[in-house]
């Protein structure tokens, strides 16, 4: 059974820092783009970041980048989400999925192209 596992979130006051873990296990994802997403309450999940297969290139929407740095450790089939200065408007559930593309490094991610889900992990900011 594939199961991606997130954790790390929390409630932190504005300026702070956490960091998102997604475990996968029953398959390794070695060959697939990995992506975080996020939702915040009454609004649509949005891309986050992303990390090609062998991690050569990131992706980052714009309202997170220098602010938020995303990796992977293929050997603990682990991705992080490095989160720094955070904001109120940062607040939502977030969501790693693996992308279904394998050797995928372009620049598009979105949720239909992922295949597997965490089930999301709150972080909340406080002003």
């Known amino acids: 059974q594939v199961q991606l596992v997130e954790s790390g979130g929390g409630l932190v006051q504005a300026g702070g820092s956490l960091r998102l873990s997604c475990a996968a296990s029953g398959r390794t994802f070695s060959r697939y783009a990995m992506v975080w997403f996020r939702q915040a309450p009454g609004k649509e999940r949005e891309f986050v970041a992303a990390v090609t297969y062998n991690g050569g290139r990131t992706s980052y929407t714009d309202s997170v980048k220098g602010r938020f740095t995303i990796s992977r450790d293929d050997a603990r089939n682990t991705v992080y989400l490095q989160m720094a200065s955070l904001k109120p408007e940062d607040t939502a559930v977030y969501y790693c999925?693996?992308?279904?593309?394998?050797?995928?490094?372009?620049?598009?991610?979105?949720?239909?192209?992922?295949?597997?889900w965490g089930q999301g992990t709150q972080v909340t900011v406080s002003s």
């Open positions: 999925a693996a992308d279904r593309r394998p050797y995928y490094v372009g620049s598009y991610y979105g949720t239909e192209v992922c295949d597997y």
